[in-house]
């Protein structure tokens, strides 16, 4: 699959959306439930029903853009982050991750791709803790590390509660609806500029974040090109089922380097397409199952094999540089991490700057990190 990413679309929008602030520009102000979050809102929402998906506002204002898929019965997945800005901010922090999102979208819209899960594009509500100061409060109540209380609680630095000055902005309701029950999402994923140095330091394009919890058996599909046993020459081979071997051995080196001996790994079930002794496999089904006594221990084994497999083969398909790190600022992904399996996609930032109006990310690392958004969309919209 192919992921045709317009970049133009994507550097005019992020530009678009920039101009919408309370600052001089090229700063960005635009702070929850002001009249420029608002308008930076419906902007959003037009885009996305441009490309043909509904949307769904709850009581605090986290907006749920969805891309319907064929499976309604299946939990949905989802990406996104938010688009208020601290004071004097720039104009890709959380930006990246929700036009980002709907690019991504997009671009497997474009390729033809159905999903199965549907995929919802999530815009949070005040990430930043400018106005209430609490950071996250979007994420927070979605997944229930904050309570309904906060409305009454919250109080704005202009003395409002977070009750009146959402129901001034327009987001009226019960604040305990917005909680969402654990298992509601099948995964999450925000893909999010590092605001940090690393990735440009090794000129490394995608950084993988992964804080996944969640069953303890999974399966892995690899995917590689077929071809006759006699045909094609061993330089030109994408064999499946060779790759699926190193991975194999990879998850028993895992699970042995736990640290504990009761870590156990075992790949039981290993299904080769087409599975004719003179045709090179073209895919691979492995069966993973994974325990131990600890399940913080186990999670962090899963995490591992999970990070070793989707976000980079996403890389891999794009021919991008990728490693490992870990994020220091929190972000809505932290929260949402409490109800979804999560993983986050970093992509460089001139000097690790951010949240001043000089926060740079090239056009080339946003599409990048789009890319590899869009196919580790797709991986985890299908239902297996
Ligand atoms: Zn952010």
């Given at each position: 699959m192919k992921i045709d990413v317009d970049a133009e679309r994507l550097a005019r929008e992020i530009d678009a959306l920039a101009a919408i602030t309370d600052a001089e520009p090229p700063a960005v102000t635009r702070v929850v439930f002001t009249e420029q979050d608002l308008r930076a809102r419906a902007r959003l929402k037009e885009r996305c029903s441009d490309a043909g998906l509904t949307s769904r506002v709850d009581a605090v204002g986290n907006t749920f853009f969805r891309w319907e898929g064929t499976r309604s019965d299946l939990p949905p997945v989802a990406t996104g982050s938010h688009i208020d800005a601290i004071p004097n901010a720039g104009k890709f922090d959380g930006v990246v991750g929700v036009l980002g999102g709907l690019?991504?979208?997009?671009?497997?819209?474009?390729?033809?791709?159905?999903?199965?899960?549907?995929i919802d594009l999530i815009q949070f509500t005040a990430e930043e803790p400018t106005r209430f100061g609490v950071g996250c409060i979007g994420s927070r109540l979605l997944s229930g590390v904050l309570g309904p209380e906060a409305d009454e609680q919250l109080r704005g630095s202009?003395?409002?509660?977070?009750?009146?000055?959402?129901?001034?902005?327009?987001?009226?309701?019960?604040?305990?609806?917005?909680?969402?029950?654990?298992?509601?999402?099948?995964?999450?994923?925000?893909?999010?500029?590092?605001?940090?140095?690393?990735?440009?330091?090794?000129?490394?394009?995608?950084?993988?974040?992964?804080n996944i919890v969640g069953p303890a058996s999974?399966?892995?599909?690899?995917?590689?090109?077929?071809?006759?046993?006699?045909?094609?020459?061993?330089?030109?081979?994408?064999?499946?089922?060779?790759?699926?071997?190193?991975?194999?051995?990879?998850?028993e080196a895992l699970a042995k380097g736990s640290g504990a001996t009761d870590t156990v790994a075992t790949v039981g079930i290993c299904e080769v397409y087409p599975g004719a002794i003179n045709s090179i496999p073209n895919r691979v089904k492995l069966g993973v199952d994974l325990r131990d006594s600890d399940g913080k221990r186990r999670d962090h084994v899963l995490e591992e094999i999970r990070a070793a497999v989707a976000i980079a083969r996403g890389c891999q398909d794009e021919?991008?540089?990728?490693?490992?790190?870990?994020?220091?600022?929190?972000?809505?992904?932290?929260?949402?991490?409490?109800?979804?399996?999560?993983?986050?996609?970093?992509?460089?930032?001139?000097?690790?700057?951010?949240?001043?109006?000089?926060?740079?990310?090239?056009?080339?690392?946003?599409?990048?990190?789009?890319?590899?958004?869009?196919?580790?969309?797709?991986?985890?919209?299908?239902?297996h």
């Amino acid at each position: 699959m192919k992921i045709d990413v317009d970049a133009e679309r994507l550097a005019r929008e992020i530009d678009a959306l920039a101009a919408i602030t309370d600052a001089e520009p090229p700063a960005v102000t635009r702070v929850v439930f002001t009249e420029q979050d608002l308008r930076a809102r419906a902007r959003l929402k037009e885009r996305c029903s441009d490309a043909g998906l509904t949307s769904r506002v709850d009581a605090v204002g986290n907006t749920f853009f969805r891309w319907e898929g064929t499976r309604s019965d299946l939990p949905p997945v989802a990406t996104g982050s938010h688009i208020d800005a601290i004071p004097n901010a720039g104009k890709f922090d959380g930006v990246v991750g929700v036009l980002g999102g709907l690019e991504a979208i997009r671009g497997l819209q474009k390729s033809g791709f159905v999903p199965e899960r549907s995929i919802d594009l999530i815009q949070f509500t005040a990430e930043e803790p400018t106005r209430f100061g609490v950071g996250c409060i979007g994420s927070r109540l979605l997944s229930g590390v904050l309570g309904p209380e906060a409305d009454e609680q919250l109080r704005g630095s202009d003395g409002e509660t977070l009750r009146i000055a959402r129901t001034k902005a327009g987001f009226a309701g019960d604040l305990a609806s917005v909680r969402l029950a654990p298992g509601y999402y099948a995964g999450f994923v925000e893909l999010h500029i590092e605001q940090g140095p690393i990735l440009e330091r090794e000129a490394t394009a995608i950084g993988i974040v992964t804080n996944i919890v969640g069953p303890a058996s999974f399966f892995i599909t690899v995917e590689g090109q077929g071809g006759h046993a006699g045909g094609v020459l061993m330089p030109d081979r994408h064999d499946a089922l060779c790759a699926a071997a190193e991975l194999i051995v990879k998850i028993e080196a895992l699970a042995k380097g736990s640290g504990a001996t009761d870590t156990v790994a075992t790949v039981g079930i290993c299904e080769v397409y087409p599975g004719a002794i003179n045709s090179i496999p073209n895919r691979v089904k492995l069966g993973v199952d994974l325990r131990d006594s600890d399940g913080k221990r186990r999670d962090h084994v899963l995490e591992e094999i999970r990070a070793a497999v989707a976000i980079a083969r996403g890389c891999q398909d794009e021919g991008l540089e990728s490693r490992r790190i870990v994020a220091r600022a929190y972000h809505d992904s932290s929260f949402m991490a409490q109800i979804a399996p999560m993983a986050m996609i970093f992509i460089p930032c001139r000097g690790g700057v951010s949240h001043r109006p000089d926060e740079y990310a090239s056009i080339e690392h946003i599409v990048g990190g789009v890319k590899v958004l869009a196919r580790t969309l797709a991986e985890l919209s299908l239902a297996h």
